[in-house]
């Protein structure tokens, strides 16, 4: 598996080939300002204290305070979070708001955990780091295997500790404890006006088929708003299976098979697929929205696919973009086809300083230009660079960077 910290400097090393940032400001960037790596001792039900290895790396808050979601998985470990809070970095600049990038996880199976386990290993995590948050300072989020509950935990007890009150610390919290309307498919939603905004420019039809890869909180959500504005979304898997039907599926119809079975296997009127034959089938737009590496130098040359829209953080390798840019299909890149969660989330962040809470429709109205100038942004850079969007939304990223950064 690649080493994800590589594959960021990578993408970073490309950038600066094509446009001279100055080897100064590079080097800065290719280290996080810090990368805090702590024990949390957790009591178990049992009564035996077990020890997690948690994480912290402020990578960067040239535009504002370190903002970055907090990881639990087995398999997390320092690159990852130091590849993740790199790409925060640049995913916030791309989104245009006023705040740097950061990440955080522990080395957990949450499956394996209980769920007062799993409050104290939270409540542990945000101990370790109380000195270094703040809403002005860091302000985590929910990532892979967090929950809207758990940031509560981390927010109640970040209060515990500091006594402020703003909860502006933490996003992704539920509502009723002071997040955001709009946060749970702000990622789709995002994700569709970004597409919207280059669907003619990348020479798209008005009605796209459309394949999908996962079928979780980001996929389903953008399933839901491609079929709604008319497209049709032809395929989706998730972890066990994938279902395909050339005319389109109806998605609330997938949704309670998979609510009564467990899963999409048999779908009625659809064939069972593979993830991998889904990744290959001929279409309009492929969304990965699964995990990382799905697309390699090993299938990037087997994708049929008009273009592909990045929902999922990291699904294509390095060489897998070079593949899909010598063959043609244009790649939005996950910094800026994903940067509606973030945005959402920044929106809470000052909802909550503000003591305001404004209506899903208020959030929605202030997400969708911030998507559309980005994405055309990003667009006429790359055509003026003449490369590849994802290089266009690092050098849009790098300039609003350096802007504040100097050197
Ligand atoms: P999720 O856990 O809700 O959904 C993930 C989906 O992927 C599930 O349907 C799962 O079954 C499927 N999946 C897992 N393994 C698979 C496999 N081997 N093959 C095919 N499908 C598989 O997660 P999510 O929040 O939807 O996140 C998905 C991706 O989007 C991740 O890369 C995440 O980092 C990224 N992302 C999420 C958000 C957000 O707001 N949730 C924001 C930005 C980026």
Same mark, same amino acid.
């Given at each position: 598996?690649?080493?994800?910290?590589?594959?960021?400097?990578?993408?970073?090393?490309? /950038?600066?080939?094509?446009?001279?940032?100055?080897?100064?400001? #590079?080097?800065?960037?290719?280290?996080?300002?810090?990368?805090?790596?702590?024990? #949390?001792?957790?009591?178990?039900?049992?009564?035996?204290?077990?020890?997690?290895?948690?994480?912290?790396?402020?990578?960067?808050?040239?535009?504002?305070?370190?903002?970055?979601?907090?990881?639990? @998985?087995?398999?997390?470990?320092?690159?990852?979070?130091?590849?993740?809070?790199?790409?925060?970095?640049?995913? %916030?600049? /791309?989104?245009?708001?006023?705040?740097?990038?950061?990440?955080?996880?522990?080395?957990?199976?949450?499956?394996?955990?209980?769920?007062?386990?799993?409050?104290?290993?939270?409540?542990?995590?945000?101990?370790?780091?109380?000195?270094?948050?703040?809403? @002005?300072?860091?302000?985590?989020?929910?990532?892979?295997?967090?929950?809207?509950?758990?940031?509560?935990?981390?927010?109640?007890?970040?209060?515990?500790?500091?006594?402020?009150?703003?909860?502006?610390?933490?996003?992704?919290?539920?509502?009723?404890?002071?997040?955001?309307?709009?946060?749970?498919?702000?990622?789709?939603?995002?994700?569709?006006?970004?597409?919207?905004?280059?669907?003619?420019?990348?020479?798209?039809?008005?009605? %796209?088929?459309?394949?999908?890869? &996962?079928?979780?909180? /980001?996929?389903?959500?953008?399933?839901?708003?491609?079929?709604?504005?008319? @497209?049709?979304?032809?395929?989706?898997?998730?972890?066990?299976?994938?279902?395909?039907?050339?005319? &389109?599926?109806?998605?609330?119809? /997938?949704?309670? @098979?998979?609510?009564?079975?467990?899963?999409?296997?048999?779908?009625?009127?659809?064939?069972?697929?593979?993830?991998?034959?889904?990744?290959?089938?001929? %279409?309009?737009?492929?969304?990965?929205?699964?995990?990382?590496?799905?697309?390699?130098?090993?299938?990037?040359?087997?994708?049929?696919?008009?273009? #592909?829209?990045?929902?999922?953080?990291?699904?294509?390798?390095?060489?897998?973009?070079?593949?899909?840019?010598?063959?043609?299909?244009?790649?939005?890149?996950?910094?800026?086809?994903?940067?509606? &969660?973030?945005?959402?989330?920044?929106?809470?962040?000052?909802?909550?300083?503000?003591?305001?809470?404004?209506?899903?429709?208020?959030?929605?109205?202030?997400?969708?230009?911030?998507?559309?100038?980005?994405?055309?942004?990003?667009?006429?850079?790359?055509?003026?660079?003449?490369?590849?969007?994802?290089?266009?939304?690092?050098?849009?990223?790098?300039?609003?960077?350096?802007?504040?950064?100097?050197?």
């Amino acid at each position: 598996m690649p080493n994800p910290y590589q594959n960021a400097m990578t993408q970073l090393e490309k /950038v600066s080939k094509i446009k001279n940032f100055g080897d100064e400001f #590079i080097q800065r960037l290719q280290q996080p300002n810090r990368d805090i790596r702590f024990s #949390i001792p957790v009591k178990m039900d049992n009564g035996a204290i077990k020890i997690f290895e948690g994480y912290r790396v402020e990578y960067n808050n040239a535009l504002g305070p370190y903002k970055g979601g907090i990881r639990y @998985h087995p398999e997390t470990e320092i690159n990852e979070v130091k590849a993740l809070a790199f790409l925060m970095t640049i995913k %916030c600049a /791309v989104a245009g708001i006023p705040m740097g990038g950061g990440k955080g996880g522990i080395t957990v199976d949450p499956k394996k955990l209980s769920k007062g386990e799993l409050e104290r290993l939270s409540r542990g995590w945000v101990k370790q780091l109380a000195d270094v948050l703040g809403p @002005h300072k860091d302000v985590p989020a929910p990532d892979v295997n967090t929950t809207p509950e758990i940031m509560a935990w981390m927010a109640d007890e970040f209060e515990k500790i500091t006594g402020d009150k703003t909860r502006a610390t933490f996003t992704g919290k539920p509502v009723d404890k002071g997040g955001s309307e709009g946060r749970g498919a702000a990622t789709g939603l995002g994700g569709f006006y970004v597409f919207d905004t280059l669907r003619e420019k990348i020479n798209l039809p008005k009605k %796209c088929k459309v394949a999908i890869q &996962g079928f979780g909180n /980001v996929g389903a959500n953008a399933a839901h708003v491609f079929a709604e504005n008319g @497209h049709q979304v032809i395929a989706v898997s998730d972890s066990k299976s994938a279902i395909w039907n050339e005319v &389109g599926l109806d998605l609330n119809k /997938v949704e309670e @098979h998979k609510k009564n079975t467990g899963g999409l296997k048999d779908f009625p009127g659809a064939k069972n697929i593979t993830n991998a034959e889904l990744l290959e089938l001929s %279409c309009d737009l492929l969304i990965p929205a699964a995990f990382e590496n799905v697309i390699t130098d090993a299938n990037a040359n087997k994708i049929k696919a008009r273009a #592909i829209l990045e929902l999922a953080n990291g699904p294509i390798t390095p060489e897998g973009d070079e593949i899909l840019f010598q063959k043609g299909i244009p790649v939005i890149p996950d910094v800026l086809a994903n940067s509606g &969660g973030v945005t959402v989330s920044y929106f809470e962040w000052e909802q909550n300083l503000k003591n305001e809470h404004w209506s899903e429709e208020e959030v929605v109205k202030k997400l969708k230009p911030m998507m559309e100038d980005a994405s055309q942004k990003m667009f006429q850079i790359a055509g003026e660079a003449k490369t590849y969007l994802r290089l266009g939304a690092f050098i849009l990223a790098l300039e609003r960077i350096k802007g504040k950064m100097g050197g």
